[in-house]
T-cell receptor
Framework: QKEVEQNSGPLSVPEGAIASLNCTYS??????FFWYRQYSGKSPELIMS????GDKEDGRFTAQLNKASQYVSLLIRDSQPSDSATYLC????????????FGTGTRLKVLA | NAGVMQNPRHLVRRRGQEARLRCSPM?????VYWYRQLPEEGLKFMVY????????ESGMPKERFSAEFPKEGPSILRIQQVVRGDSAAYFC???????????FGPGTRLLVL
């Protein structure tokens, strides 16, 4: 079982719709969770971090964390073509240092 | 520009040559992480350093790869005797302290011919 799993996509949504991106992780004790956006050929850009169960909202983005079910999701409201990118989920593990374990990313396409 | 800086942005090497990748963390950040991204794959952790110390190198290949973060100057990731499989994007991230959010640099794209 991979430590962090994401559906590779592509996930296609029409402009203005809600895009829902999901991530599951295997380390039940993980404490820190991050969503990064990566445009093709560019570096990862932090969107949100979340540490507690529940929802965290920032503008059009909402991160949701459920530690009991070991998943974290990212909702993008009013999706725009400029949101088309690969979204990377990152998790820190219980053991060892505070390095990030990344999923392989979900490619999102927002159709105009 | 107060962000993480990496250079060169693109590096071409022939098999057997050495590659040196540099990373200057954000101002005020003393923790540096290196990640590698192979084509169509996610980022893989390589090494975590603080000034003059390697904290975690569990993701570094055992041979040919080394990293340092001297008291003065940038962090350097060194790849000796490069092979085609080393072709990838190498990203550096920095954070102000342990267990804090990491911010990524623009990356160095290494191509081994």
């Amino acid at each position: 079982q991979k430590e962090v799993e994401q559906n590779s996509g592509p996930l296609s949504v029409p402009e203005g719709a809600i895009a829902s991106l999901n991530c599951t992780y295997s380390d039940r004790g993980s404490q820190s969770f991050f969503w990064y956006r990566q445009y093709s050929g560019k570096s990862p850009e932090l969107i949100m971090s979340i540490y507690s169960n529940g929802d965290k909202e920032d503008g059009r983005f909402t991160a949701q964390l459920n530690k009991a079910s070991q998943y974290v999701s990212l909702l993008i409201r009013d999706s725009q073509p400029s949101d088309s990118a690969t979204y990377l989920c990152a998790v820190t593990l219980t053991s060892g240092t505070y390095k990030y374990i990344f999923g392989t990313g979900t490619r999102l396409k927002v159709l105009a | 520009n107060a962000g993480v800086m990496q250079n060169p942005r693109h590096l071409v090497r022939r098999r057997g040559q050495e590659a040196r990748l540099r990373c200057s963390p954000m101002k005020g950040h003393s923790h540096v992480y290196w990640y590698r991204q192979l084509p169509e794959e996610g980022l893989k952790f390589m090494v975590y350093l603080q000034k003059e110390n390697i904290i975690d190198e569990s993701g570094m290949p055992k041979e040919r790869f080394s990293a340092e973060f001297p008291k003065e100057g940038p962090s350097i990731l060194r790849i000796q005797q490069v092979v085609r499989g080393d072709s990838a994007a190498y990203f550096c991230a920095s954070s102000p302290g342990d267990q804090e959010t990491q911010y990524f640099g623009p990356g160095t794209r290494l191509l081994v011919l």
